[in-house]
C-alpha cells in the first residue's frame, strides 16, 4: 500500500500542472497572432540606429592593433572587452555593427520614401485614367524590371563617381517600380465603385476623387507593400556595398564590414559572421512584419482570429 501510494505521489508529482500547459498555449497564440520576435529585432534595430554612437563601447572607425582578430567574448591589451570580437586592424565589431545599423536604417528609410511616393503616384494616376497613361507607365515598369539592377548600379558608380547620393538614387530607383503594378491594379477596382461613380456625378475633380476617395483605399496596401520592400533595400544596399559601389571604408556599413572580412575567413569568421547574421535577422523581420500587416490589414487574408 505505501509503495502504491509513493508511485501515485511520484507521477503527480512528474506531471506537468496544468497551469503551464495553459501559459504555454498562450504563449503560442500570442507568437502567431503578433509578430513579437521580429518586432524585438527591429525595435533594438532603431535603438541602435538612434543611440549606437552614444552607447557603443568604443569608436567605431578606431582600433588598437595589437588587439586586431580577436574572437568574441575577449578582452584586449588594455582589459577592453570585446563582446563580438575585434577585425583585423583591432576595431571592435559590435560597436561598428551599431553604427553600421545607423547608416543600414537611414538609407533604407530615405530611399523608400522617394520610391513610395513616385510608386503610389504612377500606381493611381495609370489605375484611374487608363488609356495611353496607363500603357506609358506600364511600359516604363517592364522595362526598368527587364534591366538588370548591379549593371545599371555599376554604370552609375562608374560615371557619377562612389557617393551616397548616387547610391540614394540607385536604391530609390529599385524602390518605386514594386509599387506601380500592385498599386495600379487596386485602383482599376476601386474606380469602377459605386462611391466613386456618386463623385463624379456630383461634379468632384479627378484630382479629389484620386485624393478622396481612391487613395484611403490603397494605403493599406502601400503600406504592406513598404514593409516588404525595405528589406529588399537593406539587402541591395549590403550588395552595393561588397562590391565597392556603395559606402565606402572605413564607414561601418555592414556591406563593408562583410567585404572587409572575406579575406579572413577561415581564421576569423566572425568578421562576416556577425554583419552576416545582423543583415539576415533585420531582413526576415522585415518579411515577417510584412506577412503579418497583410493579414491584418486585408481582411480577406486572416488566417488567425
Known sequence: MALQNAKVGSVTQDAPSPGVGRILLRAWWVMRRYPLIPAIILVVLVFSAIFGPLVAPYPANSGELNDKLLPPLSRGIDGGFHLLGT??????????????????????AIA?????????????????????????????????????????????????????????????????AGFVRIIRAQVLVLREMDYVDAARIAGATNVRILWKHIFPGIVNTAVVIASISVG????????????????????????????DGRSYLQSAWWLVGMPGIAIFMVVISLNFLGDWLRDRLDPTLRQID
Not at 233 to 245: C, D, H, Q
Open 87 to 108: 577585425d583585423h586592424v583591432g576595431r571592435d565589431e559590435f560597436s561598428r555593427l551599431m553604427g553600421g545599423s545607423r547608416i543600414t536604417l537611414s538609407i533604407a
Open 112 to 176: 523608400l520614401s522617394v520610391g513610395i511616393t513616385v510608386g503610389t503616384t504612377l500606381g493611381l494616376v495609370s489605375g484611374f485614367f487608363g488609356g495611353f497613361v496607363d500603357e506609358i507607365i506600364t511600359r516604363m515598369v517592364d522595362i526598368w524590371y527587364a534591366l538588370p539592377f548591379l549593371l545599371v548600379a555599376l554604370i552609375m558608380t562608374f560615371i557619377f563617381g562612389k557617393s551616397l547620393s548616387v547610391m540614394l538614387t540607385v536604391l530609390a530607383l529599385i524602390a518605386w
Open 232 to 259: 529588399g533595400l537593406i539587402l541591395a544596399e549590403a550588395t552595393l556595398s561588397f562590391v565597392g559601389a556603395g559606402i565606402q571604408p572605413p564607414t561601418p556599413a555592414w556591406g563593408v564590414m562583410v567585404n
